[in-house]
């Protein structure tokens, strides 16, 4: 089988990152409505409107990935890799128990010390591409899988 990836939020940490960005190009936004109102309109107005558009673009579109990449979780024939950033962490099959996928994140419980890697997945369109290679991949390793929906 090939590789399987699925890209994810490990947690919300950077939203207010994304409100920060939308809030400042609805400012510079207002900016360039008071020079319009004010008969007042010059070069940095335009600047600012440019400004304030890329931003609302950044902001509701979700390109912090591009600065902030995101996590990505890879199913292989031998391991599970959790990847965020230049972090690895490779889970071999035969230490893992459980796999479980609910409403808002995947559940990996390990074997050896009962320990849970709980992932939040990015939005519910790649959680239901996902759940059939993730239950293929867990049953050829004879591994519990459970989907609560």
Do not use: C
């Amino acid at each position: 089988m090939d590789d399987f990836t699925i890209t994810y939020r490990d947690n919300q940490s950077l939203t207010w990152l994304r409100y920060l960005v939308i809030s400042l190009g609805v400012l510079h936004l207002s900016t360039v409505g008071i020079h319009y109102w004010q008969y007042d309109i010059d070069w940095t107005s335009y600047i600012y409107l440019f400004t304030g558009a890329i931003e609302i673009f950044i902001g509701l579109f979700r390109f912090e990935q591009y600065f902030f990449p995101y996590p990505e979780l890879t199913f292989s024939d031998k391991e599970i890799i959790i990847e965020e950033g230049k972090e690895k962490e490779k889970l071999p099959w035969d230490i893992i128990k459980e796999i479980t996928i609910d409403s808002t994140s995947i559940i990996v419980v390990l074997a050896d010390d009962q320990k849970e890697i709980n992932i939040q997945y990015l939005n519910y369109g790649d959680i239901q591409n996902a759940k059939q290679e993730i239950k293929q991949r867990a049953e050829k390793n004879g591994i519990a899988y459970n989907s609560v929906f």
